[in-house]
């Protein structure tokens, strides 16, 4: 999961949901250039991004110049609560031939984006709320839980590297520093132990440092024994 191809993404509006979608894609080691009105927060996240610009984004044509002299991956537009901005903005980005991620405020505004061509349709507030709930009632899905201090929780299919060996033989703390919590198996956990074998199929939650396990995954990833 944390070895991910570098993309250059253009994000417009920088509320509390833009910001923490530029510090979730620049830890992930993405290009972003960021389009606000309001310089201050530009500023606010200068040391994430490539570049900023000052600007409103009903100055279609502006936009368009600065996405024609850019070659973008992805767009996020976070203006919630512009939706006029944020329809123009997705209009321009869907003719430049873009993949974009929308912000909604209501789930009307949000049918109006998917019917402009857009992507994706984000509600932060509702898909964090069932995101929660999701994750309450269903113990087998963590996808990544980030903690503080660059600690996560991950959950990672278990590969070829590691299928039919036990934990003793992999020693996986010594070597990497990475805990194994938990083994999903044919919808039951399973606590490991020393002489647990791992199968195919088998989904692992693992705890560590993020570099750490980023190191854990590659090994896993390896199609040689």
């Known amino acids: 999961m944390f070895k ?55 100055d279609d ?13 992805e767009a996020v537009v976070a203006m919630g609560n512009d939706f006029e901005g944020t329809l123009i903005a997705t209009h321009v980005l869907k003719e430049a031939g873009i993949s974009v991620s ?21 509600f932060p507030e509702r898909d964090m709320g069932r995101r929660l709930a999701h994750l309450i009632s269903n113990d087998a899905i963590i996808d990544l839980l980030e903690l ?6 991950e959950q990672m ?8 060996r036990t934990f003793v033989e992999m020693n996986i703390p010594k070597r990497f520093a990475v ?14 132990q020393a002489n647990t074998r791992l199968k195919k199929g088998d989904e692992i939650i693992i705890f560590g440092q993020r570099d750490k396990l980023e190191l854990f995954e590659l090994e896993n990833l390896r199609d040689d024994k």
């Open 179 to 192: 805990y194994v919590l938990l083994i999903y198996r044919d919808n039951q956990s399973i606590l490991p």
């Open 102 to 122: 929308v912000k909604a405020a209501s789930e009307r505004r949000g049918i109006v984006l998917k019917k402009m061509g857009a992507d994706r349709v984000v």
């Open 157 to 164: 299919e278990v590969g070829v590297r590691f299928t039919e």
């Open 4 to 58: 991910v191809k570098k993309k250059s993404i253009i994000v417009i509006g920088i509320g509390r949901f833009g910001r923490g979608v530029i510090e979730g894609l620049f830890e992930r080691g993405h290009d972003i250039l960021a389009i606000d009105r309001d310089e201050a927060a530009l500023d606010d996240v200068r040391d994430m991004i490539v570049s900023g610009t000052i600007l409103d984004v009903e």
């Open 148 to 153: 503080p201090q660059g600690f996560v929780v």
């Open 61 to 73: 044509e502006e936009l368009s110049r600065i996405i024609g002299k850019n070659n973008f991956e």
